[in-house]
Every structure is written in C-alpha cells, then in structure tokens.
C-alpha cells in the first residue's frame, strides 16, 4: 500500500489549504485513516481522523478549522484560517484489517502505512 500526499504549499494567516492523500496497492479493509502534523523539532501528533463509517475526531488546536474527508481511497484534509503554528510536515494514515497465515489458518491484523507528508508553512 503507498500514500501520496499533495497540496501543501506556503500561504499567509488566514488563509486556507485543501491537502489531499491517495491510497493505492494492494487496499484490504480500511479501518480508518488520519492526517498527522509534525512541527519543526518536535514529535508527530494526530490532527484528525477518519473512520470506515465515517465518524471523525480533531484534536482540539484545529476543531473548528479543518476537517477531515474521504472518498474511497482518496483522504482530504480541509485547512481554514490558517495560523502560523499550524506550520510543519503533514502526513497521511491508514489502517486496515488484513488476514495473516496463523497455524492451519489465519487471523486478522492491523497494518499501517504512512505517506511521505507535505509540508504547510504560515506566515504572520
């Protein structure tokens, strides 16, 4: 499974961005996918996920101001007024359930797959 994200790019404060993620390959059942965000020098946080039924979650520093679609396996990430500490990398998830040989059988497990991320930059 490969994910290709698109449609950063450098705008102003308030302004808004639209990121898309295409999920291609060998797609079993997707449990969900997400976008991440990861700030120059720190860690990679959850922005907002998507679930097989359509439910969504934000984290609270963007509730209000992204949200989160899809559309088969293409993941979109809607970005309105834009802050300057929403500048940083971000990347695309997804997880699925697949079936794995266990003994005379199988069983299911998660895997997951990330995208190479796009980069978002604010300025003041």
């Known amino acids: 499974v490969q994910l290709q994200a698109s449609g950063g790019g450098s705008v102003q404060a308030g302004e808004s961005l639209t990121l898309s993620c295409t999920a291609s390959g060998d797609i079993r059942s997707i449990n969900s996918m997400a976008w991440y965000f990861q700030a120059p020098g720190k860690t990679r946080d959850l922005v907002a996920t998507i679930t097989s039924d359509g439910s969504t979650n934000y984290a609270d520093s963007v509730k209000g101001r992204f949200t989160i679609s899809r559309d088969n396996t293409r993941l979109y990430l809607r970005m309105v007024s834009l802050k300057p500490e929403d500048t940083g990398v971000y990347f695309c998830?997804?997880?699925?359930?697949?079936?794995?040989?266990?003994?005379?059988?199988?069983?299911?497990?998660?895997?997951?797959?990330w995208g190479q991320g796009t980069q978002v930059t604010v300025s003041s």
């Open positions: 998830y997804l997880e699925e359930t697949v079936r794995i040989r266990l003994g005379g059988g199988s069983a299911p497990a998660l895997s997951r797959h």
